[in-house]
């Protein structure tokens, strides 16, 4: 068993090492997972979390390394979250992932950490919040999260973020690839990089047209912008940096940011609440109980309802006791 | 209002009206869903059910059709579904789908029923099993289940049959495409259709081969056959329902029938109990409950699992109510 408290005091005093069991922690549902959550809640909620998102082959780990060099050289501490549908480094150490990132991995005020969406217990939908929040208590001032567009639950990590940047890049039918991934609604701030190849024009002329960004809005409204990028050389990436907190700002004037972080709460306290209920009926599978239900419904003694209705309130007693 | 016990007497005296309007009850969720089903628990369990699946274009519904016409023969009862991942036909009328089984429209002895398995409510996942029971209990002696292969849930409703039909057709890398759809491993009767097309030994080999159906088996273990069919000229379809009956009288000789039933009954029983569940959660969504922790969790004063109990707690108190 882990110090818990030890273990945050040693994150906090930014031992990378402790970030990295943390995250371990939280990530591999260990049964300190709570424990460790219990201490950070009064800790997080200070850092500002980025998500990016975009196809593959747009460079969002360039424009993410490239953030970072900009966040560092305004002395922030950074986390970066990259959430990748394939990744092999899930449950991996921190500033494992050097090849990505090599250039902050010896950066002690940059945490880097790699995370597989589809793992055991779900995937990320519920990890990565808390990987977040690892981050964010282990003093963070920004958190970067970097997903693939490719799948509902990567999208929706980045869709969470205070600020979601969607990336895009010059090439015949990104902007339908980008749509079809349900990502071209979610972008607080959109960047067209490698721009200095050909066709970056008109994506972001198509973009502009595809989010109707000529259209007339309510005055107050935000209105993405399109900031154009060749994040492989750091060009236009002060601009996004400016754009960021541009929308940062936005947020805060309009009780967003709040109002956003609790959405997400909401969301993650529904999965949590949802995934806990699904074990404790899975937990009863092995139990004589749903096969006896079972075999009186096949009889034609029970309706599959009642059957049903029977077994919530086995669970209901499970959570009296357990609880 | 329905008058659900005069529906059930109706639809057991044979009246396709009636038995449309019970599907319709379940299918759509209504308010009287539950007390359809307690109607009709101790009236099902008498019907075979048979599952049909494989790839798009092997001849699923020309199949069926010549199935019901063999059994029709043979003086029997029979209910179809056919579910259809993209059927416009959901929640349409009993005998509505003329075009798909034209010849057998206006034979009062047999029940044709469209269904989509991605609707509402999650598809069809819980509908289809209520939806067989309307037909087993209407006085079918067997009901065909035909779903496409090519989702897991559509592939699941095949699987959870009395005994599952895989069907294949001659042609290029199909054993690949249904391997890859994973039905593969689900038949208990492997018909290769279409059999007087050129490759129709291949196909026949491939997948003799890809079952290691010519490797040892424990004396008593049922070996898949693999029957050849010219489905639309009705070729073969006597050796299909020969290889149904065998597998019925192996599962019956076994107690596998039973234990088939038991075990599509307590997943059933699952599914229900797990959107009941959800449900419940999905209420609190509009509640200020899951926005208030929300707000905590987001002010640091609470932590995500400390608020997932206590939703879950209130999941619960709604159950000791409202059950």
Redesign the interface.
């Known amino acids: 068993m882990q110090d818990v408290p030890q273990l945050v005091a040693q994150a906090r005093a930014g031992r990378p090492r402790a970030v990295a069991r943390l995250i371990s922690l939280v990530e591999g549902a260990s049964p300190q ?2 424990e460790v ?2 201490a ?6 200070r850092a500002y979390v980025v998500g990016l998102t975009g196809s593959p082959g747009v460079g969002k780990s360039t424009a993410t390394s490239a953030l970072v060099t900009a966040y560092r050289k305004a002395g922030k501490r950074v986390g970066v979250l990259a959430v990748d549908p394939s990744s092999p480094f899930s449950g991996g150490a921190l500033l494992g992932d050097r090849v990505r990132m090599s250039e902050h991995a010896s950066d002690p005020g940059v945490y880097i950490r790699s995370m597989a969406s589809r793992g055991h217990l779900g995937g990320l939908a519920w990890a990565a ?2 990987a977040i929040r690892v981050l964010d208590a282990a003093g963070c001032d920004v958190v970067l999260v970097e997903t693939v567009g490719v799948g509902q639950s990567e999208v929706e990590i980045a869709a969470q973020a205070d600020t979601c940047v969607v990336l895009l890049a010059p090439g015949m039918g990104d902007g339908i690839q980008a749509a079809k991934a349900g990502i071209l609604e979610i972008g607080d701030v959109y960047v067209v990089n490698k721009a200095d190849r050909e066709g970056a024009d008109a994506t972001a002329r198509e973009l502009n047209h595809m989010l109707g960004l000529g259209e007339a809005r309510a005055p107050g409204d935000w209105r993405p912008p399109i900031v154009r990028t060749v994040a492989a050389r750091g060009e236009g990436v002060d601009e996004v940096v400016a754009a960021l907190d541009k929308h940062r700002a936005w947020l805060e004037e309009h009780d967003e940011l ?1 109002a956003r ?3 997400r ?2 969301r ?3 999965t ?3 995934t ?3 074990e404790r ?1 899975g937990d009863l ?1 092995g139990d004589r109980r ?2 006896s ?3 009186r ?13 029977s ?3 086995g ?2 007693g499970v ?2 006791r357990g ?1």
Chains 1, 2 share one sequence.
């Open positions: 997972l709570r959550m219990a950070l809640a009064p800790l997080a909620g919040p808390q709040t972080r609790t959405r709460a909401a993650e306290v529904e949590i609440a949802v806990a209920l699904r009926i599978h749903l096969g239900l079972a075999e419904v096949v009889a034609g003694e029970l309706d599959v309802y009642a059957a049903a209705d077994l919530v309130a669970v209901t959570s009296r609880g």
